[in-house]
């Protein structure tokens, strides 16, 4: 039985992931900004709710208190903002300040934090729920600007996390879910909420630290996120 850390598990992708795990008979400790709306997590087994809001260093801090010495075996870094009225250049400042706190801060904070927590664990493993719209390689147009490069720097972020907890012997990888039918994607996404996440949880099964730093498509092969699919890092200095 593994204890299970997941931010934003109050509703989309990471109540589905509570809820397949808590099935499995996983401990959760699923995260909500509001704990008293976050019915559905609450009623799951083995699961406990915090309240955690990822923009925010205060709420962040005190997650030492609320998680306590427990070990995490696996974090899901899940919570993320997407804006509908995310256009091209003419994007919101403060909307784009806000989503690069939530969606690339705030994961970096969270991974920082319970460190001492997935040190504690025998098999310890991390991730970044990330997005094809954070891979250079699939731009076609400038539309989407704050989600995508905010996505692009968790991407970013997720891989230097890789190097600070490679010599810790975890593995962190990133984990793109394909388009989903949650209230981010919409109801128009290609794929159903419980296929996309029984197959990020088969991928997960399988992390090691041969994967590290990798961003691994919901079938489990590598998804190129460059606009040229790797560059000769000997070369670029
Ligand atoms: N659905 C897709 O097609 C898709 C594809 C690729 C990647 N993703 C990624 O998957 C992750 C989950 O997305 P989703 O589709 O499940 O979206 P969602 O249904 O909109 O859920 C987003 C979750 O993030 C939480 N959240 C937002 N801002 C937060 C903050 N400041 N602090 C803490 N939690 C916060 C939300 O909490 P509240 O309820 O309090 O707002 C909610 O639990 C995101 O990182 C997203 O980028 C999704």
């Excluded at 870094?77 to 804006?83: E, R």
């Excluded at 806000?98 to 690339?104: E, I, P, R, W």
């Excluded at 001492?116 to 891979?135: D, E, F, H, M, R």
């Excluded at 010599?167 to 419980?194: C, E, H, M, S, W």
Aim: charged share 20%.
């Amino acid at each position: 039985m593994k204890t299970i850390f997941i931010t934003g598990a109050n509703r989309g992708l990471g109540l589905e992931f509570a809820k397949q795990y808590s099935a499995q008979g996983h401990n959760i400790i699923g995260t909500a900004r509001s704990e008293e709306t976050a019915t559905t997590l609450k009623s799951l087994p083995n699961t406990q709710v915090i309240q955690l809001d990822v923009s925010s260093a205060e709420s962040i801090a005190k997650l030492t208190e609320q998680v306590g010495d427990r070990a995490i075996d696996l974090l899901i870094n899940n919570a993320g903002v997407a804006d509908s009225s995310d256009a091209g250049l003419n994007a919101d400042p403060e909307l784009w300040v806000n989503a690069f706190k939530v969606n690339c801060i705030g994961i970096v904070k969270v991974a920082e934090i319970l460190e001492p927590n997935l040190v504690k664990s025998s098999k310890a493993v991390a991730a970044t729920i990330g997005s094809q719209a954070g891979c250079l390689s699939v731009y076609r147009d400038d539309s989407k600007l704050i989600y995508r490069t905010t996505k692009a720097a968790a991407n970013a972020a997720s891989v230097l996390l890789s190097w600070h907890f490679k010599p810790l012997n975890i593995p962190y990888v990133t984990l793109r879910p394909g388009p989903t039918k949650t209230d981010l994607a919409g109801p128009n996404a290609q794929f159903d909420v419980d296929d996309t996440v029984s197959k990020l949880i088969a991928v997960l099964e399988n992390v090691t630290m041969e994967h590290t730093g990798l961003f691994l498509d919901r079938t489990g092969v590598v998804f190129p996120w460059l606009p040229e699919e790797r560059w000769n890092v000997e070369t670029v200095r």
